[in-house]
C-alpha cells in the first residue's frame, strides 16, 4: 500500500513538473513546500532558494496584501479566481497573470493551498495590438476618403482665386485673393501631412544605431541646453530592410515631443534589444527589434492615452497633433508598430520592426 502511495506521489510530481501552467504549493503556515519546472521560470527563481519563503515575498501583489486573501481560503475552504493580477516578481520586474487559488485538506492534515498562475501579458499585448492597428487602419481610411472629398472644392476654390485675382485692377483687392490661394494651400499641405507618404518605401539595408545617431545629432541642434540624451544599444543587431528616411522621420516625430516633455534638466534614453518568436498584431515573427525612446517628463494625462495616435490629438499647447499619427503609418509601412506607456516621470514609447527579409 505505502508503495503505491509512493507511486501516485511520483507520478503527480511528474505531471505537475511538465505542466506549461505555474503550480505552487503552500502549507498552513503560507510556506511555499512545491514549485513545479513553470512556476520558476514564470517568477525568474529557483526552488531551492525559494522553498520555505512566505507567499507574500514570493508573490507580492501591488494592489492588495496577497497574504490576507490567501489565509481567508485556508480558513473558509474556499477556491476563488483572479484575472490580469499584477504581481512584482523577485528581480522586481511586473507581471500580469490570471490565479487560481484552490484549499487541499486531505483528512486530518493542515490546510495546504495550491496556487496556479498563467501569465497573460503576452495574450493582453496581443489584443491590445491588433486594436491598435485596426484603429489606426480605420482611421486612415477615414482621413483618405476626407481628404479626397475636401481636395477637389479646395482645388476649385484656388483655381476661382487665381482668375479672380487676374481680373481685379486693385493690388489691394489681390490681396484678399492671395489670403484665398495662400490658405487653400496650406489646408493642401495639411491634408498631405495627415496621410502621410503616398509611395512605397524605398528599401535597403539599414543599421538602426545609424537612424538613432542622426536622429540624436538633429536633437542636439534643436535643444542645445538638452535634455540629456542616454543610449543603451544592442550591438548584435543586424541591418533590417527600410526606408531610413522615413525611420528618421517617424523616430524624430517620437523624439521631438519625449525632448519637449524632459525639458533641460530631464533625460531622454535610446534604447535597442531583440525580441526573439514575437508577435505583431496577429503574426508571428523569428525576430523582432524594439526600439525604446523613454523621457523623464510629467507623463502623458491619462484621457489622451488612448488617444495619441489619432490626428489632431495633441497634449501640448501650440502641438499638431499629428506627429504621432505620422510616426505610427510610417512604421506600418514597414510591418512594425508603434506603442506607449506613460506614468509621471516615465513615458516609454515602443517601436517594434520585424529583422526578417523577405527570403526568409
Known amino acids: 500500500m505505502k508503495q503505491k502511495t509512493k507511486g501516485n506521489n511520483e507520478l503527480a510530481s511528474s505531471i505537475l513538473g511538465n505542466l506549461n501552467t505555474a503550480v505552487l504549493l503552500f502549507d498552513a503556515d503560507l510556506r511555499l513546500s512545491y514549485i513545479n519546472a513553470a512556476g520558476e521560470l514564470l517568477l525568474a527563481v529557483s526552488a531551492k532558494a525559494v522553498l520555505g519563503k512566505s507567499a507574500g515575498g514570493l508573490v507580492p501583489c501591488p494592489a492588495e496584501p496577497v497574504e490576507e486573501r490567501l489565509r481567508e481560503s485556508l480558513v473558509t475552504r474556499q477556491p476563488f479566481t483572479e484575472r490580469e493580477v499584477e504581481l512584482r516578481r523577485p528581480d522586481g520586474e511586473l507581471i500580469r497573470v490570471n ?13 495546504e493551498l495550491l496556487m496556479e498562475l498563467h501569465q497573460v501579458d503576452r495574450q493582453i499585448r496581443i489584443t491590445r495590438e491588433e486594436h491598435l492597428i485596426s484603429q489606426h487602419q480605420a482611421t486612415q481610411a477615414l482621413l483618405r476618403g ?8 479646395l482645388g476649385g476654390l484656388r483655381g476661382a482665386a487665381q482668375l479672380l485675382e487676374r481680373e481685379l485692377p486693385s493690388q489691394e483687392l489681390r490681396e484678399y485673393t492671395r489670403i484665398i490661394i495662400d490658405e487653400a494651400d496650406r489646408l493642401q499641405g495639411l491634408l498631405n501631412r495627415m496621410l502621410g507618404p503616398n509611395q512605397l518605401p524605398l528599401l535597403r539595408d539599414v543599421n538602426i544605431h545609424h537612424v538613432l545617431e542622426h536622429v540624436r545629432g538633429l536633437l542636439s541642434a534643436e535643444y542645445p541646453s538638452g535634455p540629456r540624451i542616454m543610449r543603451d544599444y544592442d550591438p548584435s543587431i543586424p541591418d533590417l530592410r527600410a526606408d531610413s528616411d522615413r525611420l528618421i522621420q517617424a523616430l524624430l516625430n517620437i523624439a521631438r515631443n519625449g525632448a519637449h516633455a524632459a525639458g533641460d534638466a530631464g533625460t531622454l534614453t535610446f534604447r535597442t534589444r531583440v525580441l526573439r518568436q514575437f508577435t505583431l498584431g496577429n503574426e508571428l515573427h523569428r525576430l523582432v527589434m524594439r526600439l525604446d525612446i523613454e523621457d523623464t517628463g510629467p507623463g502623458i494625462p491619462e484621457k489622451l492615452l488612448e488617444r495619441i495616435f489619432f490626428p ?14 505620422i510616426a505610427q503609418e510610417l512604421i506600418n509601412q514597414h510591418g512594425g508598430l508603434i506603442e506607449c506607456e506613460s506614468r509621471p516621470g516615465c513615458t516609454r514609447f515602443f517601436v517594434y520592426l520585424p529583422l526578417e527579409t523577405g527570403d526568409e
Open 99 to 111: 490565479c487560481t487559488v484552490l484549499p487541499v485538506h486531505q483528512f486530518e492534515s493542515a490546510g
Open 146 to 153: 476626407l481628404a479626397h472629398e475636401i481636395k477637389n472644392p
Open 312 to 325: 489632431m490629438v495633441s497634449g501640448r499647447a501650440g502641438g499638431t497633433g499629428l506627429g504621432l499619427p
